[in-house]
Structure formats: C-alpha cells, structure tokens
C-alpha cells in the first residue's frame, strides 16, 4: 500500500468513528471538518514532496558513499553548452533530463551529453504548466514521445525519469509504470532557478551537501553555470566525487 492509500482509509475510518459519536449526540458535526482537512492537506503535501514517496516509489539519494550526482533538468536550454564545457574541464559526468520538445530541437546536444559520458534522461514532451492535470496515458504519451525523441537522436531509450517540477500524483504513477521507467528525485534541491545570488546559492548547496546526494539543478539558468566550477571544486575540498547518477544509485539508465 502506498502512503496515499493509507492515508484514504485513515480518513474514512476517522470519518465513520466521528460520525458515530456525531449521531448519537457525543460529538458537533462539525469535528468531520478535521479528517477531511487533514486527508486533504496530506493529498497536496505529497504531491509536492517527491522525497516522500508517497504516490509513487522514486530514488532519492545512495546510502553510505562519498560521492555525489549532478543533475540537470529542463535542457537542452541557452547554458547547456558552457555547462557542458565546464563539466568536461573537470572531468564530471552528469545526468540531463531533458524536455523532448527541446531536445527535438537541439538534437546535436543530445548527441554532446553522450559523447561526453553524461547520461540522458526524459522530462516529459512539453514540461507544461498542466502536465499533472492529465490522464495517465496522456501522461505516458508524453514520456513515450520523448524517449523516440532520444531514441531517434542515441539510438537507445531512456528508462531514468524526472517529475516535471517534482510533483507526483497516482496518474503519473500509472505512466511511469506504464512505460517501465525509473523516477528520479533529489536529496538536495539547490532552488537555482529562483536563486539571486551566486554566493547564496552556493552556499546552500555546499553548506548541506553530504555523500550520496542527488542535486538538482537546471542548465537553463545562467547562475548556475556560474557557480560550476566552484561548486566541484567545492565539494571536492568536502571530500566528495562526482559520479554519474545511474552509476551512483547502480541502475541501468538505458533500456
Ligand atoms: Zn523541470
């Protein structure tokens, strides 16, 4: 049983008890307001939580080891080649989840990341605002769709999976099981698209990173590339390698 599942019998147990003690007079009607909130609170709470596994089961971190994973998502996008120079300087492998509509474009990137030795993930097709408010098999259209994307371009298929914006729900949980893909989370969420400042942002990264953390990260945002070097060099001073993510979490990352 999933979290959620749990979760909907806790609710409906509680709400049957209250509403007992409701009809013979022990109890206002009005305590089934607090059930229902906290089932739906709990609903929304786990959606947004990836780490919490609570629709579906995604990798979030590896235990006891001193290396770390970089990720990036929503490329190819306007850093994805200086990211990419940095990373071969520093001899880094990475993983890009990619949006399949940018990666239709720019397929001459998706062919870099594997030349490179990085590993290709899928993002969904389009990445759109409303990607969690479709059916399953519009959600599993979309995976399927960037996987002949990449196929097409490497061909091989990807099975690793990022979430667009991390949300999860039981119809995505259908579409990853559907199309036999992994999903892959974080353990630390360096926040860069909404970072103002390259200190601050570093900062938070280096000040938490510990071994086996999987990082998110976006090469379409331009602070990020500025921070790079820094943050290898960073974490390299900590103690901590660079391993590819598929390799860090021992999983196959093509099909
Ligand atoms: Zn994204």
Redesign the pocket.
């Given at each position: 049983m999933r979290p959620y599942q749990i979760v909907h019998l806790l609710a409906a147990i509680a709400a049957i008890g209250i509403g007992t003690l409701a009809y013979f007079h022990y109890l206002s009607w009005w305590w089934l307001v607090l059930p229902l909130f906290l089932h739906q609170a709990l609903l929304i709470l786990g959606a947004i939580y990836i780490g919490w596994n609570f629709y579906l089961v995604s990798m979030h971190k590896a235990d006891a080891v001193q290396a770390v994973a970089l990720t990036f998502?929503?490329g190819p996008a306007t850093e994805t080649t200086a990211i990419l120079d940095i990373l071969k300087a520093e001899h880094v492998e990475a993983a890009f989840f990619c949006i399949g509509k940018h990666a239709q474009a720019h397929p001459e990137l998706v062919k870099r990341w594997h030349e490179d030795g990085h590993v290709v993930g899928n993002?969904s097709f389009l990445?759109g605002f409303h990607f969690d408010w479709q059916s399953s098999r519009k959600m599993a259209q979309e995976l399927e769709q960037t996987n002949e994307v990449i196929f097409k371009t490497l061909g091989k298929t990807p099975l690793l999976f990022r979430p667009?914006?991390g949300v999860t729900n039981p119809n995505l949980a259908r579409a990853v099981r559907a199309t036999g893909m992994c999903s892959i989370g974080w353990s630390l969420r360096s926040f860069d698209t909404k970072a103002r400042d390259k200190d601050e942002l570093l900062n938070r990264i280096l000040g938490r990173l510990k071994g086996g953390d999987i990082i998110l990260l976006h090469d379409s945002v331009s602070l990020t590339r500025e921070i790079l070097t820094d943050l290898i060099h960073g974490a390299r001073q900590k103690g901590y390698t660079f391993v590819r993510v598929d390799k860090m979490l021992g999983i196959e990352a093509y099909a």
């Amino acid at each position: 049983m999933r979290p959620y599942q749990i979760v909907h019998l806790l609710a409906a147990i509680a709400a049957i008890g209250i509403g007992t003690l409701a009809y013979f007079h022990y109890l206002s009607w009005w305590w089934l307001v607090l059930p229902l909130f906290l089932h739906q609170a709990l609903l929304i709470l786990g959606a947004i939580y990836i780490g919490w596994n609570f629709y579906l089961v995604s990798m979030h971190k590896a235990d006891a080891v001193q290396a770390v994973a970089l990720t990036f998502d929503d490329g190819p996008a306007t850093e994805t080649t200086a990211i990419l120079d940095i990373l071969k300087a520093e001899h880094v492998e990475a993983a890009f989840f990619c949006i399949g509509k940018h990666a239709q474009a720019h397929p001459e990137l998706v062919k870099r990341w594997h030349e490179d030795g990085h590993v290709v993930g899928n993002h969904s097709f389009l990445h759109g605002f409303h990607f969690d408010w479709q059916s399953s098999r519009k959600m599993a259209q979309e995976l399927e769709q960037t996987n002949e994307v990449i196929f097409k371009t490497l061909g091989k298929t990807p099975l690793l999976f990022r979430p667009p914006y991390g949300v999860t729900n039981p119809n995505l949980a259908r579409a990853v099981r559907a199309t036999g893909m992994c999903s892959i989370g974080w353990s630390l969420r360096s926040f860069d698209t909404k970072a103002r400042d390259k200190d601050e942002l570093l900062n938070r990264i280096l000040g938490r990173l510990k071994g086996g953390d999987i990082i998110l990260l976006h090469d379409s945002v331009s602070l990020t590339r500025e921070i790079l070097t820094d943050l290898i060099h960073g974490a390299r001073q900590k103690g901590y390698t660079f391993v590819r993510v598929d390799k860090m979490l021992g999983i196959e990352a093509y099909a």
